[in-house]
């Protein structure tokens, strides 16, 4: 069984904080889609081709609130990279932010049982790694503790106070695959992961700056 504790000053996931060209063009983009609370943003000329290795994943009640924020997204400039349909596991699609940025929204539920909302259940940043396991154990090294742990394929960590956001890793060509889009991609993630720890960078090169205060 996989240690879920460590003595390491605890860490926890404190902001996410998107670079991206055009700031203002951003906040624009994300105060219209409606997950402006979640995400910060910050200019950065870095250099990025194809998949950056993440996806933030927005869980919402029914299948008419994920069709309204799929909508909000296209009206304010993003693009359709899978459509909302449905699946085994419930209702979803996927969306690429004006910055690159990609955003899944989905529910468990088939069925509409009230009308769309805007409101968000959960919000998860997703990153997708070459070995979840040895990941999984760095960030217990960090002080994180597992909430969830299906083997090799996907871990998820308890979330603090600080953010309310939610971290989990998967493997990273499975991610791909579920996002529509080719596994390839070079250059920067464009996403910095604030800490209550301190700064590091993980095994797959995803950055943690330590949080503001």
């Known amino acids: 069984m996989a240690t879920t504790t460590s003595s390491a000053a605890p860490t926890t996931l404190a902001s996410v904080t998107l670079e991206v060209a055009d700031p203002e063009a951003a906040r624009r983009f994300y105060s219209a889609f409606g997950v402006d609370r979640y995400i910060t943003v910050r200019a950065s000329e870095a250099a990025s081709a194809g ?3 993440f996806t933030l994943a927005l869980t919402v009640s029914g299948p008419a609130t994920v069709d309204g924020f799929v909508t909000s997204a296209v009206g304010a400039g993003a693009t359709v990279l899978k459509p909302a349909t449905k699946s085994l596991w419930g209702y979803g699609g996927v969306v690429q932010a004006p910055d690159g940025t990609i955003w899944k929204i989905a529910t468990s539920a088939k069925k509409d049982t009230g009308p769309a909302t805007r409101a968000i259940d959960e919000v998860v940043l997703l990153l997708g790694v070459e070995d979840v396991k040895a990941t999984k154990q760095f960030y217990v090294g960090r002080g994180l ?5 299906f083997g090799g394929k996907y871990a998820e960590f308890a979330s603090g106070d600080a953010c309310p956001v939610k ?6 060509r499975a991610l791909a695959k579920d ?5 390839d991609g070079t250059g920067s993630h464009r996403i910095v992961i604030g800490s209550t720890g301190g700064a590091f960078t993980d095994p797959d090169g995803f950055v943690w700056e330590a949080a503001r205060s």
């Open 145 to 149: 503790t597992v909430a969830k742990s």
């Open 167 to 172: 971290l989990a890793l998967y493997k990273h």
């Open 179 to 183: 996002l529509g889009v080719p596994a």
């Open 51 to 53: 998949f950056r290795g």
